[in-house]
């Protein structure tokens, strides 16, 4: 009924989040690993290691390759929010009522945590796997299964969050660090506890 409908209005941008986030991850971090790999190939690797510490060099890709990332992702939601107020179509009769239902700026600041948490812990995953990769040919070898095993799990979570917020799978995941990210953003639009937001942010930063 009308209670389904609005809580189907306010989850169309946290679930446009969720697939923005598993698009962008997986593009940044394959431009990650795909750098650390080719220096590992290359024994490049090691002449940077003699100036640097491992740490450093890891943390400086995140960062500036992250932030690459994050320029893409403005430039997508740029464009959609131009699309949505200056033209008048399906994006804007999907995009502008979800906007304008998202009124509390305590659920716009925790949107933005979760995206970008869930960001850098996919690629904080994907630089792992470069960093014990000699060539692209095993990097896939430990890749396929690692995408897998996000995006299964990611799937089945955003049609049960819609279904029902209460689905214990949902509550689950939530809790699981590699999961938390994608479950908290697909559930903010039904409505989260206050504590099951600040527990699942804490357990994201000790992570």
Known sequence: GKGRSVIATRSIVPIALVYLLLLTAIT??????QGVVEERSNKLIESVLACIKP??????KLLGLGAVGL???????GCALGAAYAFRGIVADLLLPSLQSLDN???????????????????????????????MQDA?????????????PVIILMQAALRGPDEFIVHLLSWI???TPFAMLARLGTGVSVGEIAGTSALLVAF
């Open 28 to 33: 940044t971090g394959s431009m990650m690993l």
């Open 55 to 60: 740490d450093a060099l890891m943390q400086g």
């Open 71 to 77: 320029c893409i992702v403005l430039v997508w939601a």
């Open 105 to 135: 700026p305590w659920i716009v600041a925790a949107m933005i945590f979760y995206f970008l948490s869930g960001y850098l812990v996919l690629s904080m995953v994907f630089l792992a796997i470069g960093s014990v990769s000699d060539s």
């Open 140 to 152: 896939q070898a430990y890749l396929t299964p690692v995408i897998m095993l996000v995006m299964i």
């Open 177 to 179: 660090p590699l999961y």
